[in-house]
Every structure is written in structure tokens, then in C-alpha cells.
């Protein structure tokens, strides 16, 4: 009788989320992308930029793993969001702030 080896597949997820400028989701790119997820929970995440919608793919052998990162992600997105919400998400100048010497009181 053969034996029958498993063959596990992995459980996967894709999340597109919109920002209201390419500027926005830049921003977020760049703070999320940092955050690597663990080693010990087995999953795989990815992102990219597709003009003002950040892509992200998630990869778990498990789905418990993938909910937990998931989850996880969206606690920081949340938190992103909010950031640039209160501060604009703009660049400031360069020249912001300082004072001309022709500047009078």
C-alpha cells in the first residue's frame, strides 16, 4: 500500500488599500515595510505600491498565523492612517521655519 505524503498548502491573503494621495500611501509604505513579522509565526509578508493603493501579501502555512497577522498589520495601518491624518502627510521646506534677517518685530 502507498504511502500518502501531505502536501500542505499555504493559506494566503491580499489586501489593497487606498490613501488619498500616492504621497500617502508612500508614507505608509515606508513606515509598514519596516515591521518584519516574526520568524516563529511562519509568515511570509510583502508590499508594494501601486500609485495611491498600497498592496500587502500575506503567505501562512496556517490560517490562525495568517489571521494573527492580519490582525496585527491593521493595528499599525490603523495607527499610521491616524498619523498622517493629523499631520498631512506633507513635506515640510527645507526653509520652514527660519527667519530672514530682513524679518522685523
Same mark, same amino acid.
Given at each position: 500500500?502507498?504511502?500518502?505524503?501531505?502536501?500542505?498548502?499555504?493559506? $494566503?491573503?491580499?489586501?489593497?488599500?487606498?490613501?488619498? &494621495? #500616492?504621497?500617502?500611501?508612500?508614507?505608509?509604505?515606508?513606515?509598514?515595510?519596516?515591521?518584519?513579522?516574526?520568524?516563529?509565526?511562519?509568515?511570509?509578508? &510583502?508590499?508594494?505600491? $501601486?500609485?495611491?493603493?498600497?498592496?500587502?501579501?500575506?503567505?501562512? =502555512?496556517?490560517?490562525? @498565523?495568517?489571521?494573527?497577522?492580519?490582525?496585527?498589520?491593521?493595528? @499599525?495601518?490603523?495607527?499610521?492612517?491616524? &498619523?498622517?491624518?493629523?499631520?498631512?502627510? $506633507?513635506?515640510? #521646506?527645507?526653509?520652514?521655519?527660519?527667519q530672514s534677517?530682513? =524679518? &522685523?518685530?
Open positions: 500500500m502507498p504511502q500518502q505524503v501531505a502536501v500542505s498548502k499555504a493559506n $494566503e491573503s491580499t489586501l489593497r488599500v487606498p490613501f488619498d &494621495t #500616492p504621497r500617502h500611501a508612500e508614507i505608509a509604505y515606508r513606515v509598514l515595510s519596516v515591521d518584519q513579522e516574526p520568524r516563529r509565526n511562519f509568515v511570509r509578508k &510583502t508590499l508594494s505600491l $501601486e500609485e495611491d493603493v498600497l498592496v500587502v501579501h500575506f503567505s501562512a =502555512d496556517q490560517v490562525k @498565523s495568517l489571521r494573527t497577522a492580519i490582525t496585527s498589520f491593521f493595528e @499599525s495601518l490603523l495607527l499610521c492612517q491616524d &498619523t498622517i491624518k493629523l499631520f498631512g502627510g $506633507e513635506e515640510v #521646506p527645507k526653509d520652514a521655519g527660519a534677517s530682513s =524679518d &522685523t518685530a
